[in-house]
């Protein structure tokens, strides 16, 4: 990859996805409410929907929090608790099992999108081409697994990645160090960027409702109370007629 496409990559891409993701979003909710669903196709081949889909959210939702946590908090607040070699094998354990069960839920949901007629027929173009691109996204995740464990005496990709991704929250990204890393682990950053960049435009953002439904827990409580009509008794009353 020549300077210029590095640096455009991950120096500028991420703050064109970024705010793509967040006023796209605001924009959809806004203007196109009745499009913002999950789409779904229970009532056709419900099993297979169930054990896929709930193998893929589960899965989905451990990667999206251990990447956010464990990229985005600095070395500093954990080095006290835990080395930065342990800490890379516990995220290549758990990752890799997380990874799986997303890989083996996402494989079935696409299979049964693609290889069943009347859902084929019911499913968007967008609908197939986001989950294609998380099924690649999943395995470009795998594979990086072994290049981590190749690292784990150090974890210096890790932490080369921790710092990157922490300067990009903070708006000073620093690119540099991305040059030693290898190849799968810039590819899946890039399409994990474009992921955030499609996030408007796809299924993808009942992600935000599903979010929301934590704050609907925490709500106070409606108080309902009856209404009473204060009429002397004998007014108002329907006449019998003669």
């Keep these: 990859m020549s300077t210029g496409a590095h640096n455009f990559f991950f120096i500028v891409y991420p703050y064109i996805c970024l705010a793509v993701f967040l006023m796209g979003s605001l924009a959809r909710f806004d203007r196109d409410q009745y499009t913002w669903k999950s789409d779904s196709s229970q009532?056709?081949?419900?099993?297979?929907?169930?054990?896929?889909?709930?193998?893929?959210?589960?899965?989905?939702?451990?990667?999206?929090?251990?990447?956010?946590?464990?990229?985005?908090?600095?070395h500093f607040i954990y080095e006290r608790f835990i080395t930065a070699p342990q800490k890379q094998m516990l995220a290549i354990v758990s990752g890799g099992a997380a990874g799986l069960m997303c890989f083996v839920g996402l494989t079935m949901l696409l299979h049964r999108r693609i290889f069943d007629p009347r859902i084929r027929l019911t499913s968007h173009?967008?609908?197939?081409?986001?989950?294609?691109?998380l099924w690649v996204q999943l395995c470009l995740g795998l594979i990086t697994l072994p290049l981590s464990f190749?690292?784990?005496?150090?974890?210096?990709?890790?932490?080369?990645?921790s710092h990157y991704l922490q300067?990009?929250?903070?708006?000073?990204?620093?690119?540099?160090?991305?040059?030693?890393?290898?190849?799968?682990?810039?590819?899946?950053?890039?399409?994990?960027?474009?992921?955030?960049?499609?996030?408007?435009?796809?299924?993808?953002?009942?992600?935000w409702s599903g979010f929301a439904t934590v704050a609907y827990l925490f709500r106070p409580y409606q108080v309902v109370r009856s209404r009473r009509l204060n009429v002397p008794l004998g007014q108002n009353?329907?006449?019998?007629s003669v």
């Design 125 to 133: 173009r967008t609908d197939l081409a986001i989950l294609v691109i």
């Design 150 to 161: 190749a690292h784990r005496q150090d974890a210096s990709a890790m932490l080369i990645l």
């Design 237 to 240: 009353q329907p006449r019998r």
């Design 43 to 74: 009532l056709l081949r419900a099993g297979q929907l169930r054990w896929g889909s709930n193998l893929f959210h589960v899965g989905i939702l451990f990667l999206l929090l251990g990447h956010t946590i464990g990229l985005l908090t600095p």
């Design 167 to 207: 300067g990009v929250a903070t708006f000073r990204p620093d690119a540099s160090a991305l040059v030693a890393v290898d190849w799968p682990f810039k590819v899946h950053m890039v399409l994990g960027m474009t992921i955030f960049l499609l996030f408007p435009f796809s299924r993808l953002v009942h992600v």
